[in-house]
């Protein structure tokens, strides 16, 4: 059976979103902007304070909104060396109280110390992938890269 796959994903600058409908397309999906479920629209100037001030945001997702997925798929840009947290104090909160598979994509436009690797939830943690903004003329390799990392989750979440 199809696993039935979710991804969630935040663009600031169209790279993510540019990543997560090609991952939707690849792997016939659902798809949910963040903005779109967000108590408020996350913007340059709320990164920037979260950033400093670590201010909370909400998601107006359910359990039973999530619970009906297989494998969620985050996907997030690395901004100012790292990953909103916004977005993953929401994430955490949703991924502790239910037993979800989860992966992780990203993107970066110059370097990155953040890797969005291995978490405390090692159980549910299916992969990780990090490449460079690839609507910097990177698009033809990303979606190469995206096709094999679609590929790969489904290899792990079948077994």
């Not at 598979?101 to 953040?114: L, V």
């Not at 299916?126 to 609507?135: A, E, F, G, H, Q």
Request: charged share 25%; net charge positive.
């Amino acid at each position: 059976m199809k696993p039935k796959i979710l991804i969630i994903y935040y663009s600031l600058t169209g790279n993510i979103k540019f990543m997560a409908e090609k991952l939707a397309d690849i792997l016939n999906c659902d798809i949910m902007d963040i903005n779109d479920v967000s108590s408020k629209k996350l913007s340059e100037l709320d990164l920037l304070k979260d950033y400093f001030l670590k201010t909370k945001c909400d998601l107006k997702l359910s359990k039973t909104d999530l619970d009906k997925y297989d494998l969620i798929i985050f996907g997030y840009p690395i901004w100012i060396f790292n990953k909103l947290h916004p977005l993953f104090k929401v994430l955490k909160c949703n991924i502790d109280s239910l037993n979800l598979k989860y992966a992780k994509f990203t993107s970066y436009a110059f370097y990155s110390w953040n890797f969005p690797g291995i978490s405390q939830h090692k159980n549910n943690f299916i992969d990780s992938l990090k490449m460079k903004s690839p609507l910097h003329g990177y698009e033809q390799e990303a979606i190469e890269e995206l096709t094999k990392w679609c590929k790969r989750i489904l290899t792990k979440i079948t077994k």
